[in-house]
């Protein structure tokens, strides 16, 4: 979700929120990656790029107005303060985000086998969920 400060205007393109300052994790992150991408495809850049350690300091940062973030909206909606700000969903094409879970060799144990499982959830139980 593209969050923004209470009171902003709908954000459905980075054009509308061209130049504003962004709070995200590393260069490495996936996330981030994601969000300058989102940037780039529609002419648009981020203003500063304030790297953060965490989505609850992101949100704060959000909450305080100077700049915009993007969380998944699970993590947003777990969190303190996630009503003191609007948040946007990303159109269609940049709504999804593959995660791997990567693990060595021979390591594969009982827990992880559970975890696994949790994850696999049905396609038909994704539908809707943004």
Same mark, same amino acid.
């Given at each position: 979700?593209?969050?923004?400060?209470?009171?902003?205007?709908?954000?459905?393109?980075?054009?509308?929120?061209?130049?504003?300052?962004?709070?995200?994790?590393?260069?490495?992150?996936?996330?981030?990656?994601?969000? @300058?991408?989102?940037?780039?495809?529609?002419? =648009?850049?981020?203003?500063?790029?304030?790297?953060?350690?965490?989505?609850?300091?992101?949100?704060?940062?959000?909450? =305080?107005?100077?700049?915009?973030?993007?969380?998944?909206?699970?993590?947003?909606?777990?969190?303190?303060?996630?009503?003191?700000? @609007?948040?946007?969903?990303?159109? @269609?094409?940049?709504?999804?985000?593959?995660?791997?879970?990567?693990?060595?060799?021979? =390591?594969?144990?009982?827990?992880? @086998?559970?975890?696994?499982?949790?994850?696999?959830?049905?396609?038909?139980?994704?539908?809707?969920?943004?």
């Amino acid at each position: 979700m593209i969050v923004t400060p209470q009171g902003y205007a709908p954000v459905t393109r980075a054009s509308q929120v061209n130049g504003s300052n962004i709070y995200a994790f590393r260069a490495n992150c996936s996330y981030r990656r994601h969000f @300058e991408s989102w940037f780039h495809a529609d002419g =648009a850049a981020p203003g500063t790029i304030h790297e953060m350690e965490s989505y609850h300091g992101m949100l704060a940062c959000v909450i =305080a107005g100077a700049g915009i973030a993007l969380i998944p909206r699970s993590m947003l909606e777990s969190m303190p303060g996630h009503h003191q700000v @609007e948040a946007w969903p990303l159109a @269609e094409q940049w709504r999804w985000l593959t995660t791997w879970l990567v693990w060595r060799r021979g =390591a594969k144990t009982s827990p992880l @086998e559970a975890f696994i499982q949790l994850l696999e959830v049905p396609d038909s139980a994704r539908q809707g969920y943004q």
